[in-house]
């Protein structure tokens, strides 16, 4: 009826409390039942303390599954669901008989569940934001996907679109459902271009995948979600691990599909815990509705207005300005983050491979108005830095970069980048994954899309691994930040045969912010506190966030096109003959 699960051990009664009564006690009068034995742990848990604790083992955190309504609640503002599953109708399009007909499989669901079928729609709120929710019941058998679940699906989408509000579907399913044969399997196609189409208006599409979600549920609208949500240790994937290991004879690694594991393979956005689960789906809507295509009001700032004229920096060894930007305890892209905007929610992954901790990203708050903030992630101690890989991004990682400029193009939302690494990673792997192919997207697709984009490099601007996040409208820096074609080192063993001219090579190619400048690669030079970023922190964050308030104040009221346009031109002039004169002056300045 279902592909197989890991849970299959304790899916119907995972939630069913256990008799408190001794063996002696009259069958004809049992008594009130207290106790649910955890399948994780196997700790007996009061129900009461149970249901207080959201459905969560307070011994070791297990979540159990929840009925559909009693989800519904937890989720929702109270009394605002309004449903309209009494519309659907059970069908038994092939008459189907297994150990007992179908159709007798459906009374018994229905009387189990008091539900028609095996999925809820209608509308509702989370914290006053009206949606269009969905939400299937594992109850009914198995929470399958029959046609009249893809049709709860299918309207709830349809409406969303017509309300043009924010959809979220909770899954919860063992699959296709058999009995309905390919009528069933045609209901992935159904609900899939139903979301398809709210992809291309622009409507909001939050998918929460609790456990388990799997076979065609899986691989169709519920993993489309413009976000991925999920709970821990809720169990996601296509095939059953059962089916997994009979197929290839091999013993699947811990954890194997769980939400954590589908996490760190970059396969969902969040995994949150049940008691913080509502506030972050309020979170993610409060920023969507600080994004509906207004533009917003920008917050005052007070830190120093971005540098214009490169003469006003006092003139200093380019090799010692590389040494400042490398410092090992400059600010990073979180930091700055946690400094510059009003409010933040990260978001994981590329959907395809992996979680890249060298790239972070997510929605965030500046002032009233909504941004997606990007950036290259350093550490500061050895082991920060080699959890973020020294900031030096595989593929996966740009493609992470990509997916939250995408998304944030989709709903309008300016892009804010900061870039800073010394390159992108250079191994076997990241080759063998596209690390081309990731970057060469990136730079062309940012070049395109319809919305403000401004960068700061704010601290090494290192090859095409930088420049992968750097086509902007506006491109600044940090003052004692660098920017190159390629490392000093790398330049002086290629070109002077001798990496001890590193220096000499740094001063070769203008890459501080005053020569880039001149250069008109940046349009400003973000000051840094005497000493540099890493002695001020704060300092520097002020600085920066003027200079992003100023850059989006310039941006927000030019038309897309417009945009399009002029960032065309801007990165189009670079190599023509126009260019030769400023070359020229800025050989006779360090003359």
Do not use: C
């Given at each position: 009826m279902m592909r197989s699960s890991l849970h299959e051990r304790n899916t119907a009664d995972s939630m069913r409390p256990l008799a408190s009564e001794s063996a002696t006690a009259p069958k004809t009068a049992p008594?009130?039942?207290?106790?649910?034995?955890c399948p994780s742990c196997d700790a007996f848990v009061y129900h009461k303390r149970l249901k207080r604790?959201?459905?969560?083992c307070p011994e070791c955190n297990h979540h159990f599954r929840l009925p559909v309504r009693e989800r519904l609640a937890q989720l929702l503002d109270e009394g605002s669901f309004s449903d309209r599953s009494h519309e659907l109708s059970a069908l038994d399009p092939l008459v189907f008989a297994d150990s007992k007909p179908y159709a007798t499989r459906l009374v018994e669901a229905q009387g189990k569940t008091g539900n028609q079928e095996g999925a809820l729609y209608g509308t509702a709120t989370i914290g006053t934001h009206q949606i269009v929710v969905a939400a299937m019941d594992f109850a009914f058998i198995g929470g399958s996907m029959g046609s009249g679940v893809g049709e709860a699906i299918t309207r709830a989408a349809e409406l969303a679109l017509e309300l043009r509000?924010?959809?979220l579907v909770i899954s919860a399913s063992g699959g296709a459902r058999m009995q309905e044969g390919c009528v069933s399997l045609m209901q992935l196609a159904k609900?899939?271009?139903?979301?398809?189409?709210?992809?291309e208006e622009g409507v909001l599409f939050i998918s929460l995948l609790t456990d388990p979600t799997y076979g065609g549920v899986s691989a169709s609208f519920a993993t489309l979600g413009d976000l991925l949500v999920s709970e821990p240790g809720s169990y996601i994937g296509f095939a059953g691990p059962k089916v997994i290991e009979q197929t290839i004879r091999q013993k699947l690694p811990e954890r194997f599909q769980t939400a954590g594991f589908l996490l760190e393979h970059g396969q969902l956005d969040l995994v949150e815990a049940r008691e913080t689960l509502r506030v972050s789906l309020r979170k993610i809507l409060d920023l969507h509705a600080a994004a509906d295509g207004r533009v917003a009001s920008l917050p005052d700032t007070d830190g120093d207005p971005p540098i214009t004229d490169p003469a006003r920096l006092t003139a200093r060894d380019p090799w010692e300005i590389v040494q400042l930007a490398r410092h090992v305890d400059r600010p990073n892209t979180l930091e700055y983050v946690s400094h510059v905007f009003d409010d933040f929610q990260e978001l994981y992954?590329?959907?395809l491979f992996h979680q890249d901790a060298a790239i972070v990203g997510g929605l965030a708050r500046l002032g009233g108005q909504t941004v997606m903030v990007v950036g290259h992630q350093k550490g500061h101690t050895t082991q920060?830095?080699?959890?973020?890989?020294?900031g030096m991004p595989n593929p996966e990682g740009y493609r992470k970069a990509l997916r939250l400029m995408r998304?944030?193009?989709?709903?309008?939302?300016?892009?804010v980048t900061l870039v800073d690494t010394p390159g992108a990673y250079p191994g076997l792997g990241a080759e063998e994954r596209g690390q081309s192919i990731a970057i060469a997207q990136s730079i062309m697709e940012m070049s395109r899309f319809r919305v403000p984009i401004v960068v700061v490099v704010t601290g090494e601007g290192g090859s095409g691994g930088a420049l992968a996040l750097a086509v902007g409208d506006r491109v600044l820096v940090l003052e004692n930040s660098y920017y190159s074609v390629i490392s000093p080192e790398g330049c002086s063993t290629i070109l002077?045969?001798?990496?001890?001219?590193?220096?000499?090579?740094a001063a070769a190619l203008r890459v501080t912010a005053p020569d880039l400048l001149r250069l008109k690669i940046m349009d400003a030079i973000v000051a840094e506190p005497e000493g540099g970023a890493h002695v001020d922190h704060v300092a520097a964050a002020r600085n920066l966030k003027t200079a992003i308030v100023s850059s989006l104040g310039e941006l927000l009221d030019v038309p897309p096109e417009e945009l399009v346009a002029k960032r065309y031109d801007r990165f189009r002039m670079f190599g023509t003959p126009d260019v030769q004169p400023i070359l020229s002056r800025l050989e006779s300045d360090h003359e």
């Open positions: 008594q009130e039942v207290h106790w649910t034995r604790n959201l459905g969560v509000k924010p959809l609900t899939s271009q139903a979301i398809g189409r709210l992809h992954g590329d959907r920060e830095m080699m959890e973020r890989n020294f998304y944030a193009a989709k709903f309008g939302m300016p892009i002077f045969k001798d990496a001890a001219q590193a220096p000499r090579a």
